[in-house]
């Protein structure tokens, strides 16, 4: 079975193909290298102990999509990652996003819809759901408009999906909407690599603690929340590349799949951004040093899953917990800045 994985040397994606390859999966990445290093493929292979393909390819190259199809014509399903998604950036330079995340997505339909069967799994996001009226939100809450291009690129992606989906009963997607991926494989082999300054929270944590950054700013404790901090929901990344496994093998073995299917992929527990500090500092042995700001444009006050629908029909639960996964990414961190 071979498996195409796009943005598969990132940092979602890489733990993923780890996961296929331990499976005895033949995995195929394609990546622009925009936002992930070819180190990191040398870093897979010494994890998984097995190397995958590599084509360096912007899926933004219809051409070069269409050869590569060509080339590799035993495809038999795609994880489908390579996207921008810093929210941030995609609310300054809303064209990037949508050309970047939308136009590939269509020309990777295109392919798909040429195979006499083809199975996808779409990498999504909570966002969709921005500030939800009932929590935990569950997969049939409302879309609501999303805080920024980046979420909306996302909101687009899966009615593309669902669109094609409809038409072309060959196809079959499942959009995983991830709720805040945080932590790093045990071997400290991979992880998340921000370019620049860190936007998310865990990794200006740890790059606060390693002394990289002088301080992290805490963006708000005026919510209405227990402790005032915004609440999330944070799933150890290596739980969520098994979920993708699990969704994809829900679509390999099962003929009667419905065409298009969501699926919240979180803990189902809400941490705030102090307890996410005060576990980190337990995790360090060390304090952090932050400060309270003003809170951020965009951001809401809280997010967590119900995630009922994955355990009952992909039988996907998360078993790693906030600490595992906050330890796994300082462990990470100092292997990274002891390697630079
Ligand atoms: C988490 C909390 C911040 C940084 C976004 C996307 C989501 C996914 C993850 C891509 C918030 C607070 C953060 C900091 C802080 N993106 N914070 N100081 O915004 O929940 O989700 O990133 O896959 O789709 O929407 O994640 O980590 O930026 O913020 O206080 O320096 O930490 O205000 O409450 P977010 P985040």
Same mark, same amino acid.
């Given at each position: 079975m071979k498996i195409l994985v796009t943005g598969g040397l990132g940092y979602i994606g890489s733990h993923v193909v780890v996961d296929l390859l331990a499976k005895d999966y033949e995995v195929v990445i394609i990546d622009n290298l925009a936002n992930a290093s070819i180190d990191v493929l040398e870093n897979i292979e010494k994890i998984a102990h097995k190397k995958p393909m590599f084509e360096e390819l912007d899926v933004r190259d219809k051409a070069g999509l269409q050869s590569f199809f060509k080339k590799h014509q035993d495809i038999t399903g795609v994880i489908h990652f390579a996207a921008s998604k810093a929210v941030g950036e995609s609310v300054e330079n809303p064209l990037l996003y949508y050309e970047n995340n939308l136009n590939s997505l269509v020309y990777l339909l295109q392919e798909l819809e040429k195979m006499p069967q083809a199975r996808l799994i779409f990498s999504s996001?909570?966002?969709?759901?921005?500030?939800?009226?009932?929590?935990?939100?569950?997969?049939? @809450?409302p879309v609501k408009t999303a805080e920024s291009p980046y979420g909306n690129t996302k909101q687009i992606g899966e009615e593309i999906i669902q669109d094609v989906c409809k038409v072309r009963p060959a196809m079959k997607a499942i959009a995983l909407r991830y709720f805040n991926p945080i932590g790093a494989h045990e071997s400290a082999l991979i992880g998340e690599l921000p370019l620049g300054?860190?936007?998310?929270?865990v990794p200006y944590i740890t790059q606060t603690a390693i002394g990289l950054r002088e301080q992290l700013s805490?963006?708000?404790?005026?919510?209405?929340t227990a402790d005032g901090t915004a609440v999330r929901d944070y799933i150890h990344v290596v739980d969520l590349a098994a979920a993708h496994v699990v969704a994809l093998e829900r679509l390999l073995k099962?003929?009667? @799949?419905?065409n298009f299917e969501t699926f919240n992929i979180g803990t189902g527990k809400g941490s705030s951004v102090l307890e996410v500090i005060t576990t980190f500092e337990k995790v360090s042995n060390a304090p952090l040093n932050y400060k309270i700001v003003g809170r951020r444009e965009g951001d809401i006050t809280a997010a967590y899953a119900n995630t009922d629908k994955a355990a009952t029909v992909l039988g996907w639960k998360s078993k790693l917990t906030l600490e595992e996964a906050l330890a796994s990414s300082w462990k990470w961190e100092q292997q990274v800045r002891n390697s630079k």
């Open positions: 996001s909570c966002t969709v759901y921005g500030q939800a009226d009932v929590l935990p939100v569950t997969e049939d @809450a300054t860190p936007q998310n929270l805490v963006y708000g404790d005026d919510y209405n099962l003929d009667d @799949a419905p």
